[in-house]
């Protein structure tokens, strides 16, 4: 390992049965690795956009061809981290929100 170096992955879960009992919208976008928020309280704003290693779109479906399973986070981000514990590597992944 050549240095020490961070990534960063967003990914966005499906609604849970209290978010869709209430209609709530989807605020979030994604395009490649970039991640976009629009403001619901003023929808004429300029969403947010922000870039990240990986942006993961879990929201909707597997049929959804943007749908990113827990595979292929596994593949992109999981795979390397056990490779690097497994060279003696010092690994952590740090997940927030509702994991």
Not at 8 to 19: D, G, I
Not at 63 to 76: L, M, T
Request: hydrophobic share 30%; net charge positive.
């Amino acid at each position: 390992m050549a240095g020490a170096s961070v990534k960063v992955a967003v990914r966005v879960r499906p609604f849970n049965s209290r978010e869709m009992s209430r209609d709530s919208k989807c605020i979030i976008q994604m395009s490649g690795s970039t991640t976009t928020i629009v403001n619901p309280k003023q929808p004429k704003e300029t969403p947010k956009s922000f870039s990240f290693d990986y942006s993961y779109w879990s929201h909707t479906s597997p049929e959804d061809i943007n749908y990113a399973s827990q595979k292929q986070v596994y593949r992109d981000i999981g795979e390397e981290m056990l490779q690097h514990a497994f060279e003696g590597y010092n690994v952590c992944i740090f997940a927030y929100g509702q994991t």
